[in-house]
């Protein structure tokens, strides 16, 4: 069973920071392009950010571009979010994805196949 674990959100005042990780078992972290979404309540979930297989591509909301970056280290089966200069329209749940598809498929907006919980980011002001 493949599962992925995401920890690291809490409560952060506007202008702060916060690493967000997400593990993933049951699979190589390897073997699957990762990303970020995100959901705040009333909204649809929407893409944050997205990183290949061996890291050597990224793909982030212009929402979030300059402020955070998506990181992997697949020795430890993990993701991170590095998210700075954080906002109070950046508070939602954060989920962490998978896709074993190809990275054309992943950025191109296809269904992304493996989803963690998610963990609650809340920015205040």
């Known amino acids: 069973q493949v599962q992925l674990v995401e920890s690291g959100g809490g409560l952060v005042q506007a202008g702060g920071s916060l690493r967000l990780s997400c593990v993933i078992s049951g699979r190589t972290s390897s073997s699957c392009n990762m990303g970020w979404f995100r959901q705040a309540p009333g909204k649809e979930r929407e893409f944050v950010a997205a990183?290949?297989?061996?890291?050597?591509?990224?793909n982030y909301a212009d929402s979030v571009k300059g402020r955070f970056t998506i990181s992997r280290d697949n020795a430890k089966n993990t993701v991170y979010l590095q998210m700075n200069s954080l906002k109070p329209e950046d508070t939602a749940v954060y989920y962490c994805?998978?896709?074993?598809?190809?990275?054309?498929?992943?950025?191109?907006?296809?269904?992304?196949?493996?989803w963690g919980q998610g963990t609650q980011v809340t920015v205040s002001s």
């Open positions: 990183i290949s297989r061996t890291g050597g591509n990224t």
């Open positions: 994805a998978a896709d074993p598809g190809s990275w054309l498929e992943t950025i191109s907006g296809h269904e992304w196949d493996y």
